[in-house]
């Protein structure tokens, strides 16, 4: 029987290996395919337990079977742990540990595997199941024993507190707490085998390492403690080395993080703590700019002053003169040149300009007036710290010069710093004021335009317009210093496509300025020329004209009334795709919306004419398949019906005059009903008509003969 059974384990063990061997050598794509999926179903079985226990022991498994098996049962330990019996925790319980013992010097990634494992394994065994002293005690005995397999060891150390926030982990939650209770008291022990590994050179990084995974518990260490702990004032020591460690920078980093859990209640109990780790990371500020230091240092250094003001910012945010060094500390971290640095600041800034703007910060100072005094007050502390701000973060939004060639990944990534960096320049405006930010930007804009010609570098203009748009909802529709300034200078920046697109978003995002400012309906005439021309130059810089005209017109309806003729000549050659508009279908939709806002201002008589006006060129081509008779309706593609109905649709829906629309509607009823009869089978057709009518409907059921 126990031939037999050891034949079967044999050939379990060597369908393994022979499906690892397919997976990762066969030449077929096929056969791998099929070796993948049965080596994952394999890892679901009850087998999967012995043949990766077995594995793991042969002393002949490859590297690629012990990766596997290692980590078949990792997982086991996590998600499947409650399918063995109760009696089989000590015996698995021995075999990870012998093959930790086994692999203290072997490949990095099975030793890993395995502690994560035993950490599992003690997620789901109570604290008395390991002995006195639960699994942290056991360890300690284990390492008393076994002096020589301390790193390894130490690598379970590091792994067991993170364990209490692993989620793959399949225990319940009611032992999940408990679990994290038993580290909790165990924490003493803990830290005490992690000092005594101190005093061994080779250890001090792994021990450091370990250190900030036990304080990501957050509780359980008092800060008194903690301030004048070997551990703490090894990490801190570290920081001033030649080399900068790695473990140390976590340390601290969970160190500040540690200070401030929980509520802004709890920072002064940790006060002590705070102020032994302030003045040492405070130290490194010069070593930010300093060329001899490798990028990851330097990194590493951004880091602490990022989480420093991230944690503290209640704290900074009262403006006294030892938070202004964190302030300063963070601007230089901000001015870096490498943006993946510079950004770990930005949601300081956003949290800082949130902590001074809101009301909820300032309930404690009682009555309306001290509060806004208060308020007031740090403001005025902050506005410099604002104002370099934005001068460090506008350029980083400028085109690279090799913008043609980047990837589309490349061009992602590049957007989406484009839009952290107008996150940014919002905090900025939210505590400066739309205003005062305008004019910094405006100098940007000035110097770059100044140096700016058809045959000269656009970027730089482009950048300042896209950081003045970002802004636009912050600054006052009043405004008459900067922003007719600006509106001038647009006419000499149509040169590029790119610099053109901008020009006509950031039209597009001052709207309301134009509306409301004095010299407004001045400038409207040579706003619109900037469209026509972005409308004829690409299809993207068309996609923003067309989006601007419809901000245009819905937010300066009043003032464009007078100006219909010229409207209408812009929109009949975009939706007629006449000369050399290159606005698409979509965006044509914006040129309705926009022209159907115009019309809604007019009085009953003129918005009759301007309606017909407006249906002219959609009704035209539907009219011209019509006429070519039933055979030729049916076989029209669907898209090219869609693209004129869905034009109604907007036009039902944006014009605010029922009796002009019924008169319309009664015109139109022929066409649509023919469209009805024929075209009954295709739904997208029958979507678009039905959402037209319901439109119309609505309006005319909201009017009242």
Not at 415 to 437: E, F, M, N
Request: proline share 5%; hydrophobic share 40%; glycine share 4%.
């Amino acid at each position: 029987m126990k031939e037999q059974a050891a034949a079967v384990a044999m050939e379990r063990q060597n369908t393994v290996k022979e499906a690892l061997n397919a997976l990762y050598h066969h030449p077929d794509d096929g056969v791998r395919l099929q070796a993948d999926r049965w080596l994952q179903s394999f890892q679901r079985t009850l087998d999967a337990w012995q043949v990766a226990d077995d594995l793991l022991h042969h002393p002949s498994s490859n590297l690629e079977t012990l990766i596997f098996c290692s980590q078949t049962l990792r997982s086991k330990v996590q998600r499947d742990f409650e399918e063995l019996p109760s009696e089989a925790f000590r015996q698995l319980r021995d075999s990870l540990n012998n093959l930790l013992i086994k692999f203290h010097k072997g490949p990095p990634k099975v030793r890993t595997q395995i502690s994560i494992a035993v950490a599992a394994l003690a997620v789901y065994v109570p604290a008395e199941e390991w002995g006195d002293g639960g699994i942290v005690n056991w360890l300690r005995n284990e390492m008393n024993l076994h002096p020589e397999y301390i790193p390894a060891f130490l690598e379970l150390l590091t792994v067991l507190p993170e364990e209490v926030y692993n989620y793959k982990i399949a225990a319940r939650p009611e032992r999940r707490r408990q679990f994290e209770k038993e580290l909790t008291s165990q924490i003493e022990i803990a830290l005490n085998i992690l000092t005594a590994c101190l005093s061994i050179n080779e250890l001090k990084e792994q021990a450091l390492e370990a250190f900030a995974s036990w304080l990501r518990l957050k509780h359980g260490i008092p800060g008194s403690v903690l301030a004048s702990h070997p551990l703490v004032l090894t990490a801190l020591s570290s920081l001033n080395s030649e080399i900068l460690s790695e473990a140390s920078v976590n340390v601290i980093s969970e160190l500040i993080h540690y200070t401030a859990a929980g509520s802004f209640s709890s920072v002064p109990a940790h006060m002590h703590l705070i102020q032994v780790i302030v003045p040492q990371v405070m130290n490194l500020k010069a070593q930010l700019r300093d060329p001899s230091k490798e990028e990851e240092d330097v990194k590493a250094i951004a880091r602490l002053f990022a989480d420093m003001g991230d944690s503290y910012v209640e704290l900074i945010a009262t403006g006294s003169d030892e938070s202004m060094l964190i302030v300063h500390a963070l601007l230089e971290v901000a001015s870096h040149p490498e943006y993946d640095i510079a950004s770990m600041t930005f949601n300081f800034w956003h949290s800082l300009q949130v902590n001074l703007t809101k009301r909820e910060s300032y309930v404690s100072f009682g009555d309306e007036s001290t509060i806004e005094a208060e308020r007031n007050r740090r403001l005025q502390v902050f506005r410099p710290a604002y104002e370099s701000l934005v001068s460090l973060v506008s350029f980083r939004v400028q085109y690279p010069q090799d913008d043609q060639d980047l990837s589309y990944e490349d061009l992602k990534e590049f957007k989406q710093t484009r839009y952290a960096v107008a996150d940014v320049l919002i905090d900025a405006a939210s505590v400066l004021g739309g205003d005062p930010t305008l004019k910094i930007l405006y100098t940007k804009l000035f110097e770059a335009v100044g140096r700016y010609d058809e045959h000269s570098e656009w970027r730089p203009a482009e950048a300042a317009l896209f950081c003045i748009r970002a802004i636009s909802s912050y600054v006052s529709v009043v405004e008459s210093e900067v922003m007719p300034q600006v509106m001038n200078l647009l006419a000499k920046l149509t040169q590029h496509p790119q610099l053109l697109q901008t020009v006509c978003l950031t039209i597009g995002a001052y709207s309301k300025w134009l509306d409301s400012a004095s010299s407004g309906q001045s400038i409207l005439p040579s706003v619109l020329e900037i469209l026509m021309s972005g409308m004829g130059t690409s299809e993207d810089c068309a996609a923003a004209a067309a989006l601007a005209f419809r901000h245009i017109c819905d937010d300066c309806r009043k003032k464009l009334c007078g100006c219909l003729e010229g409207l209408f000549h812009i929109y009949h050659k975009a939706v007629n795709g006449e000369g050399s508009f290159k606005v698409s279908p979509e965006d044509s939709l914006h040129l309705v919306e926009a022209l159907s806002t115009v019309i809604t201002e007019l009085p009953p008589d003129h918005a009759k004419t301007g309606l017909e006006a407006l249906c002219m060129p959609v009704v035209s081509p539907l009219q011209e398949i019509l006429n070519q008779g039933p055979e030729v309706l049916n076989k029209k593609p669907a898209r090219e019906l869609t693209v004129h109905i869905d034009r109604f649709a907007y036009i039902f829906r944006y014009v605010y005059h029922p009796e002009a629309v019924a008169d319309a509607i009664q015109r139109l009823w022929p066409i649509f009903k023919t469209i009805f009869d024929l075209r009954a089978w295709d739904m997208r057709t029958m979507e678009s008509l039905c959402r037209a009518c319901k439109y119309a409907v609505s309006l005319l059921n909201w009017f009242d003969p």
